[in-house]
């Protein structure tokens, strides 16, 4: 066991004007993962400390946060990664360009209302019988990087153009528009081309990386973005 | 307020149906394009102005010499067009991205607008005139 700081950003609606910042120290075994320690503190020093995670395992995407300057999910981060051996502090706070509801709980709705703007969901109103819609292995393939998204939105908040306009679809939202444009068996790419190909869509992206950088999931997000933008441009069907 | 983005981009998918590129595309694509025109462009004026001509002697005696030739002509016609198009792009991205305030940004925007015009149209008339 080692000991760590743990250095939240907190913020209380309640009282608070503005954040401020709390340690902690908490007995950790470097193989914890941050999450751990987070649940550490709430269980058995301070209950009021709000974070969300739900499978934490790195599968439902509920905490995503910084940590030590980036952002990355606490159930997946370890303690020895984010201090080094021999203890040290671990700073953690709330992703970036969303509004603050609680310490480290913000509020996703503008991240998933953006999700939803782009037509997630597979359109294909020909009726394939009684029988699955098949699609080859090459077809799968082509989509199967973006299919890996777990909505966290790691990506759209380390991007620096959402944080100076939150008008931005993001980063997360061309991730799953691309995951059915490419797909084969959807018929309604160019819709959804149509919704991405304007200024506040694919443009407003600068190819800064820090989305790909960010990925828990390790999709190459910028490349998604950037294959949005070439199919928008030269193969509009 | 995100809550209004999903009902307005559908909105505006219905009434504006284009299936072709828009111009944020295109000024997306004349910015890679003038980009890479740009790196020799830049560079062969560079090499001409400073290290192939001594720059004491890039007067206009050298400008009489080199716009004798039509070609040159054209080719620093090129440059002017590309880098003032190509720097008016990137500034026009900065003030989408920064300026917040609509009213704010139309004004800048015009007076940028403005500003390119006329160095264009100065430019080009220099060039044709000379």
Redesign the interface.
Known sequence: MIDVELKVKRFNPDSDRKPHWQTFTVQAEPTDRVLDALHTVRWAQDGTLGFRRSCAHGVCGSDAMIINGANALACVVLVKDAVGGGGGTITVEPIRGLPVIKDLVVDM???F??Y??VMPYLVNTDDPGCTERLQSPEERARYDDTTKCILCAACTTACP?YW????Y?GPAAIVNAHRFVFDSRDQAS??R???L???S?V??C?TAFSCSEACPRGIKVTQAIQEV?RK??FD?S | MMQTASPARAGKMEAGRRSRPSFEAWSWLFMRVSGLALIFLALVHFALTHIVTDVADTGSDFVDDRWANPLWRLFDWALLTLALFHGLGGLRWIIDDYVRSPGRRAVIKVSLYAVALSLFALGTITILTY
């Open positions: 709705e503008p991240f209302a953006q939803r703007s153009v100076g306009d939150s008008e679809v160019s819709e081309l149509d919704l190909d304007q200024r869509g443009w407003k600068r933008k928008t441009l509009r």
